[in-house]
């Protein structure tokens, strides 16, 4: 069983810079990625963004993410969102998952495709 823990949430000004980190208990099944959701209070968990962290290069991010948000990965164990130009809407409880996101080369970043979940970890970003 894939133990997902998260790390480096905080509370921040707007135009802050925050960089989570996901580290996973054990090397997760090679048809997987590994992701980041968010939810908001009172709002339903969406996709940020996934790694397939045996191919650094396959990144895919949900609509609005990229460009202040980016995903990396360190030995397929770990990722990370470093996320910059931080705005009061990007408060949420940010959760790392792994599952099968990607499936025949099309990204599905969606929560029920996630098979693992962490506990979350809460970033709050104050105007």
């Known amino acids: 069983q894939v133990q997902l823990l998260e790390s480096g949430g905080g509370s921040v000004q707007a135009g802050g810079s925050l960089r989570l980190s996901c580290f996973a208990s054990?090397?997760?099944?090679?048809?997987?990625?590994m992701a980041w959701f968010r939810q908001a209070p009172g709002k339903g968990r969406e996709g940020v963004a996934a790694i397939y962290t045996y191919d650094d290069d396959n990144t895919h991010y949900a609509d609005s993410m990229e460009g202040r948000f980016t995903i990396s990965q360190d030995n397929a164990k770990t990722i990370y969102l470093q996320m910059n130009s931080l705005k009061p809407e990007d408060t949420a409880m940010y959760y790392c998952?792994?599952?099968?996101?990607?499936?025949?080369?099309?990204?599905?970043?969606?929560?029920?495709?996630?098979?693992?979940w962490g506990q979350g970890t809460q970033v709050t970003v104050s105007s």
């Open positions: 054990e090397y997760i099944d090679s048809m997987y990625s």
């Open positions: 998952a792994a599952g099968p996101f990607r499936l025949y080369g099309a990204w599905r970043l969606r929560p029920d495709v996630a098979k693992y």
